[in-house]
DNA sequence: CTCCTTATTGCAAATAGTTGCAATAATAAC
DNA sequence: GTTATTATTGCAACTATTTGCAATAAGGAG
C-alpha cells in the first residue's frame, strides 16, 4: 500500500487537554469515554495523518490485544458522526483522522500516490453557485480529487 | 429546472451496436468478450442508471446461476479500468454505470438520499486553478458532492 | 475446421467489514 | 461508597469483497 498518510501540519493540540474536553462533551451528550475509546482518539492525537481501520487496529492491538475489531469499526464510526473524526476515500481505502476545525481536502495523484492538502476556500465559488442556481446545500468535508500531480503530469 | 432528479434518459444508444464495438474494442487490445461479460454489460444498457455489485449479481444470476460472484467483481473492476463503466462512492456503497462520453457528476442529499446530475463544467473553473497554480491535473470523474436538497434545506 | 496460446472463469479459501445479543462497566444519583 | 441505569463491549455469526489456482474456452493462426 501506498503512503496515505504523510503531510499536515502541525496543529498545536494538547492531547491531555483535548481528551479531558472530549470526555466532557461526550458525557454531556450521553455518551461514555471508554478506555478503548481513549485509546483510539489518543492514536490519532499521535500519529497525525490518514489511519485506515486496519491500521488502528494493528496499533490499538498492540498495547491492549483484547480490543476488539467489531469496537474499532463502531467506535471511528462514532467519532465520525460526532465530528471528532473526519472520513474520506482515497485509493479505495476508507482513511480517517482528526476532524479540524477548519475543513480541507485532498489532491491524490493517481500515479505515485502522493497525497496534497487543498484549502477549503477553493471550493467557495462552487459551493454559493450551488446554492444559488441548483438550491443545494453542499457540505463539502474531506474531498479527494484524483490526478496526476506535477511531476506525474510530464 | 426540468428532469433534475431523473436523468440518464438521454441515451440514444444501439445495445447491438455497443456491444459490437465494444467486442471489437476488447479484442483489439487483447482482451475476449465473453458471455458474462456480455451479460453484465447487457444489464447496464437495460438498466440505466447507478448498480451496485450486489445488484448485479442478483440481476444477472437469474439469468445464468452459474456465474460466480468473483466473476461479476472482476467484470465490473474491468470495465471501470478500461472506461465502460464508471465508480463512484454514494451512501457508503460502490455504484456503477455506464460511462458516457461527457463525465457527469452527482450531488446527493444526505437526508432524503435524492440523487442529482451535475454537469462536469461546474469544475472547468477549479480544475484550470489546480492545474495553473498547484501543477495537479486533475481527472474528475463521476464526482459525489453531499449536501441537503433544496427542499430538505429549509 | 483444428490447433494453440493464454485470458478468463469457477471454485474455495482468505480477508474485510457488519450485526444481534448477552455480559460488562461508565456515569449519575443518592 | 453503593446502587441503578443503560451505553458500550466482546463474541460469534454473518455478509461483502478479494485472491490463488487449476480448468476452461475465446480468439487468432494455419
Ligand atoms: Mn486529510
Ligand atoms: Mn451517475
Ligand atoms: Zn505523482
Ligand atoms: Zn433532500
Known amino acids: 500500500m501506498g503512503n496515505l498518510t504523510h503531510h499536515h501540519h502541525h496543529h498545536p493540540v494538547d492531547p491531555e487537554k483535548f481528551q479531558a474536553e472530549l470526555k466532557d462533551k461526550l458525557n454531556s ?25 486496519k491500521e488502528v487496529t494493528e496499533h490499538v492491538q498492540q498495547q491492549s490485544a483484547s480490543i476488539d475489531q467489531a469496537t474499532i ?7 465520525y458522526k460526532i465530528g471528532v473524526l473526519s472520513c474520506s476515500q482515497m485509493g479505495g481505502q476508507t482513511v480517517y483522522e482528526i476532524a479540524h476545525s477548519v475543513p480541507h481536502h485532498h489532491l491524490v495523484c493517481t500515479n505515485c500516490d502522493t497525497v496534497m492538502p487543498l484549502d477549503d476556500h477553493h471550493f467557495d465559488d462552487l459551493v454559493a453557485h450551488l446554492w444559488q442556481d441548483h438550491q443545494f446545500r453542499a457540505e463539502l468535508t474531506h474531498l479527494t480529487i484524483s490526478g496526476l500531480c506535477g511531476h506525474c503530469a510530464n
Do not use: D, M
Open 73 to 79: 469499526y463502531r467506535s471511528l464510526e462514532f467519532f
Open 29 to 53: 451528550l450521553g455518551y461514555r469515554y471508554t478506555p478503548q475509546r481513549q485509546q483510539i482518539v489518543g492514536l490519532f492525537l499521535s500519529e497525525e495523518g490518514h489511519l485506515t481501520a
